[in-house]
């Protein structure tokens, strides 16, 4: 165990820790970590490197337009965007938990709040929830069942200003800027695809803040 723990490199490779991502999961291991308690070697070393991920996230929403996290650097803005909003969700979520710093929640709830239709398009990105939500993934199992309702639940890509199938698509974006860039149309594979690994991440968001929002009414 020890050996596999020195190999990790968390404390002499710092500009590995961002939010996760499905190239990156380095800071799933950190999130791991942080939650072992003392039996980890440096826990306030790995503990500090989530909290100044969850910094930047926070100190963001608090000067942002619509008050959240998502957009903090231009790259928020990609492939299945609305992943990396679920996924600052994670690291706000965590921060909160070491720290009982309620700012970190709220910073959390807002990039909910913008998958679920506080944000530039006005999209719940989140089929069937929502008055105007993604109805279109592109998804060949909603594409082929012959129901015009989408299956509820599915977590839409979102904004992606590089459009990558623009060329393939007769309904043209509205916009190049970023937060904006969506269509929600079938053949949209960039901006509408639905995929495990952002399901994943929204699913954990909804459920822990759920979670905790029900233990700050216990008090």
């Known amino acids: 165990k020890k050996n596999y723990y020195t190999e990790a490199g968390y404390a002499s490779e710092s500009e590995l820790a961002g939010v996760p991502a499905w190239p990156d999961v380095?800071?799933?291991?950190?999130?791991?970590?942080?939650?072992?308690g003392k039996e980890v070697k440096d826990l306030k070393v790995i503990q500090d490197r989530l909290l100044s991920i969850a910094n930047k996230l926070k100190d963001h929403a608090a000067k942002s337009e619509f008050g959240i996290p998502m957009g903090h650097q231009t790259s928020d803005f990609v492939w299945g965007s609305n992943s990396v909003a679920a996924n600052q969700g994670?690291?706000?979520?965590q921060a909160y938990r070491l720290t009982k710093n309620k700012e970190y929640l709220d910073a959390?709830?807002?990039n909910l709040d913008y998958i679920l239709g506080r944000?530039?398009?006005g999209y719940s990105y989140v089929t069937a929830f929502g008055t105007k939500y993604s109805r279109n993934p592109h998804h060949r199992p909603c594409e082929a069942d012959g129901i015009d309702e989408v299956i509820p639940g599915f977590l839409a890509g979102g904004p992606n200003p590089d459009q990558q199938d623009k060329e393939g698509c007769m309904k043209p974006y509205p916009s190049n800027l970023p937060a904006v860039s969506y269509i929600d149309e079938e053949c949209s594979y960039a901006s509408n695809e639905v995929a495990i690994n952002w399901n994943?991440?929204?699913t954990y968001l909804t459920f822990a803040i759920e979670a905790l929002m029900a233990g700050e009414g216990k008090k």
């Open 26 to 36: 380095y800071t799933l291991g950190l999130i791991t970590l942080s939650n072992q």
């Open 90 to 93: 994670i690291i706000l979520i």
């Open 119 to 121: 944000n530039g398009t």
């Open 108 to 110: 959390a709830i807002a």
């Open 200 to 202: 994943s991440p929204l």
